[in-house]
């Protein structure tokens, strides 16, 4: 519990680190990207989120829609959101890399080995193709919870469902960044986030909060890749120290 928690306090912490001088020129495409796509995120819900729990909501369950109407929108709330961060980070991944690298210079004084050495468009390609695989773990996952949500009865855990798989894969997403600088492949991210569960968990759940809230959530993204990399180093640092 104490790992999750310091997790958390890793993602609240990303906001320190986007105003720090040589970071800021690389705040600016992640938040618009995020701007222009949270902002067509929350027109779509304030037209068609009633619609949709409609559909969901069985008419034999009506009675009880004082109760499982919220569960719904829950529902609802986190797939929209987590879609469209999906998109995001597919856009502004080599930046996002860029990012990455110029908070670790700042954290540790040096930017990452792998990284320095290589072009401006192998960071871009590298980038793309980690964000197709990283989709595709994703959409391995993603099949069965959309075929839990529209259950009768069974939905009714769909949001819990969903905020764990959410949790999990916005950990996997911005550690990403920061461990893909490394040299480090998609699999070995998930190896790494599994080896520190608890704390990449706790960093997730700060994600996911920080795109739920209106206005806050279209600075999500680079606080989310400034708080992975913060979170890295240090568990990186700490695992090289002598015991």
């Not at 529902?75 to 929209?80: D, E, I, N, Q, S």
């Not at 529209?150 to 997403?173: K, Q």
């Not at 913060?230 to 090289?240: E, F, G, H, P, Q």
Request: with cysteine; proline share 5%.
């Amino acid at each position: 519990m104490f790992s999750y928690i310091k997790g958390l306090l890793d993602c609240f912490g990303g906001f320190t680190l986007i105003f720090k001088s040589g970071v800021k020129r690389y705040v600016l495409v992640p938040l618009a990207v995020n701007t222009v796509l949270f902002g067509g995120a929350i027109v779509l819900l304030r037209e068609q989120m009633q619609g949709w729990i409609e559909q969901l909501l069985p008419e034999w369950l009506s009675w009880l829609q004082w109760l499982i109407w919220p569960l719904f929108a829950l529902t609802v709330l986190l797939l929209v959101f987590y879609s469209f961060s999906l998109l995001a980070n597919l856009i502004a991944a080599p930046f996002n890399s860029l990012l990455a690298a110029s908070v670790e210079k700042i954290l540790t004084g040096s930017k990452p080995e792998d990284f320095s050495s290589e072009a401006l468009w192998k960071i871009a390609v590298r980038s793309f193709a980690s964000e197709l695989r990283k989709m595709l773990y994703f959409v391995k996952w993603l099949i069965p919870l959309l075929i839990l949500t529209v259950i009768p009865v069974v939905n009714v855990i769909a949001p819990f469902a969903w905020f764990v798989f959410a949790a999990w894969s916005f950990s996997l997403e911005y550690m990403d960044y920061p461990l893909g600088n490394r040299g480090m492949l998609f699999e070995d991210i998930r190896d790494y986030n599994r080896h520190n569960r608890m704390r990449s968990l706790g960093l997730g759940t700060g994600v996911f909060l920080l795109t739920s809230i209106p206005v806050i959530n279209f600075l999500a993204m680079p606080v989310a890749v400034c708080a992975a990399t913060r979170l890295t180093t240090r568990t990186i640092d700490n695992a090289k120290a002598p015991r």
